[in-house]
């Protein structure tokens, strides 16, 4: 897949969401953001009912010669992207998706004010025209990623915003936002949404209704991203990574954007 990836950066014009007016640009044009959190038994916060995380030392290299860990955790742990067939029998495992599934142009809604304001806050149509009307035509088959603030939460219990009852509270897209995305061709046929949070919907959603709606065709999820701060509202891409189980629903992930350098 890599060298796919080198040839389709180094090869056309990835800046500007794949312009094809835009000056095609090389590898050394751009610089790398890391948008995954490390995954630690200590902090990695795991989704409620979810496989535990841990890691065991099996070998060391004064006794063994060699150092490993024996990594325990479900496809779904830390930083990770979820596949089609997550919510829908009928759509893709992991290692049925293409490699140009996992890279797409991202661009980047700001609502951390909005999720201050309100954990349960659903981004609404409204919200993704206003956002154009600033920064353009959201791309075709692109990766559109929610920066709620809520990554600064990571690793503690404020990320999982539990209240009195025992529900969740976090952010995240409205299902009459996604449907926009779905009907007027900004998803396409393969495409994302990213979240910072658990999932791209609110977690008072117990219904996975933008899940279910998104994963359809080639379209994946990108969740528990990191350092949003560093990736612009327009111009990257995103790399994603991580290991492709056979009929995976999905993979814990390194997930990298290519920045354009200004």
């Known amino acids: 897949m890599l060298a796919g990836v080198v040839s389709t950066v180094g090869g056309m014009a990835v800046a ?99 999720a201050r304001r309100d954990a349960d806050y659903e981004v609404t149509v409204e919200d993704l025209q206003r956002w154009e009307k600033q920064h353009g035509r959201i791309p075709r088959e692109a990766a559109v990623v929610l920066w709620t603030g809520w990554e600064d939460r990571w690793g503690t219990p404020a990320f999982f915003n539990y209240d009195s009852s025992g529900q969740m509270h976090q952010p995240g897209f409205s299902l009459a936002a996604v449907q926009w995305l779905v009907d007027t061709g900004r998803l396409g046929r393969r495409g994302a949404l990213g979240t910072d949070t658990f999932s791209p919907e609110p977690a008072t959603d117990t219904t996975y209704a933008v899940s279910k709606l998104l994963y359809r065709e080639h379209r994946i999820s990108l969740e528990v991203l990191a350092n949003l701060a560093k990736l612009p509202e327009t111009g990257a891409h995103v790399l994603v990574g991580g290991t492709i189980n056979r009929r995976g629903s999905g993979s814990p992930a390194s997930i990298y954007a290519f920045v354009p350098k200004r």
């Open 16 to 114: 500007g969401a794949g312009s094809a007016s835009a000056a095609p640009r090389g590898l050394g044009d751009y610089k790398l953001v890391n948008l995954s959190h490390v995954n630690d038994p200590a902090r990695t916060n795991v989704y409620p009912g979810d496989p535990e995380f841990t890691l065991t030392t099996i070998t060391t290299v004064p006794q063994d010669g060699f150092y490993l860990q024996y990594a325990q955790q479900g496809e779904h742990t830390g930083t990770h992207w979820g596949a089609p067939a997550h919510f829908n029998a009928d759509q893709p495992y992991a290692d049925e998706l293409d490699a140009e599934d996992l890279f797409l142009p991202a661009v980047k809604v700001d609502v951390r004010e909005q």
